[in-house]
T-cell receptor
Framework: GAGVSQSPSNKVTEKGKDVELRCDPI?????LYWYRQRLGQGLEFLIY????????KSGLPSDRFSAERTGESVSTLTIQRTQQEDSAVYLC?????????????FGDGTRLSIL | AQKITQTQPGMFVQEKEAVTLDCTYD???????LFWYKQPSSGEMIFLIY??????QNATEGRYSLNFQKARKSANLVISASQLGDSAMYFC?????????????FGQGTRLTINP
């Protein structure tokens, strides 16, 4: 499909385990963003990548969170030693850099549940 | 301080009526953009409409329009002739600056319910 693809759609894991979430952006989109949405809340920014520039990591809540992106393709968000407060939906978005009015297009998210 | 404030946690509207969802924002950057997204119960985020800080006219997109009052720092979403399928969470979001990629700051959302 032509949209942002995220996997897995659901992840249930035990506290203390590491998890890796994947995002495949829309082809040609140079910017990629990760957000977190806790139940009943708005989205919280985590990190974004723009081309070959250094990523903006200002939203990462702790050093247990990290993300990587290879070129302008797939990104992975890794959460180490998961805690129950990490339970949330993790949303990935991508956008074109052809104008600052370009909207971010979101994937369907990964619902993460920490037992 | 909250950058985006949505003061209506929930709204109930009769089908075919117009509805206004409130959004106020706080920024000192003269260059910014305001976005509205719809999130149905299925969870996907659907882009609805955009308003730039330098735009002279209010944005419109089909049944959606934005009541942009720059001096009051408000960007309310107006949905005309509401439909049952409009029932969803609605989020107002802002990006600051003209850089190629900028994060969005989201409000807490308004849950809109359209009654038949």
């Amino acid at each position: 499909g032509a949209g942002v693809s995220q996997s897995p759609s659901n992840k249930v894991t035990e506290k203390g385990k590491d998890v890796e979430l994947r995002c495949d952006p829309i082809s040609g989109h140079t910017a990629l963003y990760w957000y977190r949405q806790r139940l009943g809340q708005g989205l919280e920014f985590l990190i974004y990548f723009q081309g070959n520039s250094a990523p903006d990591k200002s939203g990462l809540p702790s050093d247990r969170f990290s993300a990587e992106r290879t070129g302008e393709s797939v990104s992975t968000l890794t959460i180490q030693r998961t805690q129950q407060e990490d339970s949330a939906v993790y949303l990935c978005a991508s956008s074109s850099d052809r104008g600052w009015y370009q909207p971010q297009h979101f994937g369907d998210g990964t619902r993460l549940s920490i037992l | 301080a909250q950058k985006i404030t949505q003061t209506q946690p929930g709204m109930f509207v009769q089908e075919k009526e117009a509805v206004t969802l409130d959004c106020t924002y706080d920024t000192s950057d003269p260059s910014y953009g305001l976005f509205w997204y719809k999130q149905p119960s299925s969870g996907e985020m659907i882009f609805l409409i955009y308003q730039g800080s330098y735009d002279q006219q209010n944005a419109t997109e089909g049944r959606y329009s934005l009541n942009f009052q720059k001096a009051r720092k408000s960007a309310n979403l107006v949905i005309s002739a509401s439909q049952l399928g409009d029932s969803a969470m609605y989020f107002c979001a802002m990006r600051e600056g003209l850089g190629g990629a900028q994060k969005l700051v989201f409000g807490q959302g308004t849950r809109l319910t359209i009654n038949p």
